[in-house]
């Protein structure tokens, strides 16, 4: 055999390993119950890191609520979002079960208990699709394909163009596309599908973030969500020279969000801002400057996962 017979042989026997690699990752995605499992979620974000990571894949399998126990890791449908989070605690109350839970990433566990009906599942299997996002997967998976295609395009194209092998055309075909040209598109197109499926996943096919900032930048307008921000004040009719207490609390609970103040009367106007804590809430204080009706207004900017939101309320300040 050729010495080029064998090394095509091996190139071919290499792309269809790595073709088969992937196109099971496709096939468990869109089914899998070939698994043993009942759903099947693309990860966007790294709440979970380093359990799973953007662009793994999860398998989620059904559980009765009662077999689950702490340190298992559960996908939770809070009628917002879907999530995966870690089992800390499992407690009953008044007849009802309740999961503390907590990313692996995050520093704090999450402010409210998941009741076990916003439970879908136990995360049975992790299919490790994120490599193709890193700089490895991306030369082994689609640059070196890639190079492989080029470099086999190049050969035939030259074989074709020399004057004896035109003179021998007749007794022997030379493909323009052969099964390692074909493979290696397969490889190309399949992984570039991968790496950009936490772009363009249905909603429902998705694990968001809980509490940490995903890793990419998604446009998704058609799946962002409301969020909810709400204020009041310790008092709505003060002094002057006194000072009111602004508080209320953002949903969802995110620590570290920007809670942008404005409080205006007539054509002053006084812009503020302050931090939410892990649990949401926020604070802060205003002393008016002048007495009359000042209007006090909260409002959040959103993110990549959810709609703008904001309150209004105002207070009476009495002179002196």
Not at 39 to 49: A, L, N, Q
Not at 66 to 88: F, N, S, T
Not at 249 to 278: A, F, Q, V, W
Request: a neutral charge.
């Amino acid at each position: 055999m050729k010495k080029t017979t064998l090394v095509k042989c091996f190139v071919e026997i290499i792309l269809v390993i790595m073709c088969t690699i992937i196109l099971a990752s496709w096939i468990l995605l869109l089914a899998p119950q070939l698994a043993g499992a009942d759903h099947s979620y693309i990860i966007v974000g790294k709440s979970m890191e380093p359990f799973v990571k953007l662009g793994d894949i999860a398998l989620v399998k059904e559980k009765p609520p009662q077999e689950l126990e702490p340190g298992d890791v559960i996908v939770i449908d809070d009628g917002i979002r879907k999530y995966a989070h870690r089992i800390i605690e499992k407690n009953e109350e008044d007849g009802k079960l309740l999961f503390r839970t907590k990313g692996d990433y995050n520093e704090a566990p999450d402010y409210t208990p998941v009741s076990s009906e916003h439970v879908i599942g136990e995360v049975e299997y992790v299919i490790p699709t994120s490599i193709i996002r890193t700089k490895v997967g991306y030369i082994i998976f689609i640059a070196m394909p890639l190079m492989v295609l080029a470099i086999n395009q190049t050969i035939k194209v030259y074989r074709l163009s020399t004057a004896s092998h035109r003179k021998r055309r007749t007794r022997r075909k030379v493909e323009l596309f052969d099964t390692v040209s074909a493979l290696c598109l397969t490889l190309i197109v399949a992984n570039f599908a991968f790496a950009l499926a936490p772009a363009y996943a249905p909603a429902g096919t998705i694990l968001l973030d809980r509490e940490a900032t995903p890793a990419m930048r998604v446009k998704a307008a058609t799946w962002k969500v409301p969020s909810s921000l709400t204020c009041h004040v310790n008092a709505t009719e003060i002094q002057l020279g006194e000072a009111v207490k602004i508080c209320g609390r953002l949903d969802p609970p995110k620590k570290g969000e920007e809670i942008h103040l404005t409080y205006s009367m007539n054509e002053t106007i006084i812009n503020t801002c302050t931090l939410t804590n892990y649990d949401g809430s926020y604070q802060s204080i205003f002393q008016p400057p002048e007495p009359g009706t000042w209007k006090i207004e909260a409002s959040w900017a959103g993110n990549e996962w959810y709609y703008a939101s904001s309150c209004k309320l105002s207070i009476h300040v009495l002179g002196e």
